[in-house]
């Protein structure tokens, strides 16, 4: 897995935005349970990560992207 300074560096960047504790998305990140991340999100933004999460090919396109494999690296996913 990542290390935790970029972990935590991760976690702090995510928490602005999520309106978590950068504990708690560690412990996400950390346990593989991403459901308390995504309840923090909007009914809209939810519901876009399902519609994406849902189909197939946009699945396959956004794994492709080299911008989310780096991301998936510096996981170590």
Do not use: C, W
């Amino acid at each position: 897995m990542a290390n935790d300074k970029q972990m935590e560096n991760i976690a702090k960047m995510l928490s602005k935005k999520l309106n978590m504790s950068s504990d708690e998305i560690v412990d996400s990140m950390k346990s593989g349970n991403v459901n308390p991340v995504l309840n923090s999100l909007s009914s809209e933004q939810r519901s876009k990560v399902n519609s994406i999460l849902s189909n197939p090919e946009i699945t396959k396109k956004l794994m492709e992207d080299k911008g989310v494999q780096d991301i998936l690296r510096k996981l170590d996913l």
